[in-house]
């Protein structure tokens, strides 16, 4: 039996169109660190628009368990939960159940996932950190995995961000500025089933928490700059077990063939607008492929898929999906990749 103090994380908002991340602090004591040792928690769900002030109680089911990286040293645990109504249904925002159910019918094809999340820095005013305030940073180049005070914002905040998601036990796999001056990316995955899409939350939230502590705002807005400027992307790689053995590049091509039929379900999936965010930067430009039309090619990052030349050379390997917005849930993502591509649904 130990004590602890468990930071409860889940997602909330008030429909299927907008989602943040709310969270709250609760003395523990258990008898073991696991998910079905945690209890069921409740809030008052009219305070986030979903329920009514009579009947608002909402209920947390912890789904995952990591080390809290803001109470270190001890057994201080992140406990990410999904929020149901006190019908015992979940949510608007709930999309992971539709994913699990997904994942446990797809188990044995055995999915794996990776996520490259972008995001944008912003000061209090909504400006890109470290831009001019009367003006506008030289053109996109010199940024990209850029190095020096003229290239690189809050490299410091991603630095922390780094190692407070290996702390926790996030499957983070590695960081990068982007094109975009103030624009960065992080990793995660590759993780079979829920793991990759859990993993990609805690790291926002972790993300955001940090931020705080820096007095810098943190953006999933897909276009956060208008004008000649990259979007953000939350680019998703996909494979199965059979896409990863010898000549797999032939299942490959078959899950190409069948994204290729349910492009527009897809588009809808990639962002929490059914697809209007994404429509400002999936433009066919600045790396991106048109979110009218469906496109496929080798090594081709102005296509909806992209086959990586390694995975061409080696004859097996992953597809690379390159249309989830930024601010995607990727249970949705998952959800869809799983259903289409496995499931042929």
Known sequence: MFSCV?????????DVQYQTLYCFSSDLTLDDSIVSDYPIWNYDGSSTYQAEGTNSDTFLYPVAVYKDPFRPGGS?????????????EPTAS??????????????????????????????MDGRPWGWPQNGFPGPQG???????????FARELVEAHYRACLYAGVDIAGTNAEV?????EFQVGPGEGMKCADDLWVARYILQ??????????TFDPKPMPGNWNGSGAHCNFSTKAMREDNGIIEIEKAIDKLSKQHLR???????????????????HHETSSIHDFSAGVANRAASIRIPRGVVEDKKGYLEDRRPSSN?????????LIRTCILDE
Not at 76 to 88: G, R, S
Not at 209 to 218: D, F, K, L
Request: contains cysteine.
């Open 6 to 14: 468990a930071e409860v994380c889940y997602l909330n908002g008030t």
């Open 76 to 88: 201080n645990v992140l406990v990410l939960c999904e929020a149901y109504k006190h019908t015992k």
């Open 94 to 123: 709930n999309n992971r159940k539709a994913c699990q159910e997904a994942a446990d019918r797809a188990v044995d094809s055995r999915p794996w996932f990776g996520i490259e999340q972008e995001y944008c820095l912003l000061d």
């Open 142 to 152: 010199p940024y990209y995995c850029g190095v020096g005070a003229q290239n690189v």
């Open 180 to 184: 975009m001056p103030a624009q960065w």
């Open 209 to 218: 928490r940090i931020a705080e502590e820096y007095g810098v705002v943190v």
């Open 266 to 284: 897809h588009i809808q999936a990639y962002d929490p607008k059914g697809g209007k965010d994404n429509m400002r930067r999936l433009t066919g």
């Open 328 to 336: 995607c849930d990727p249970y949705s993502v998952c959800n869809a």
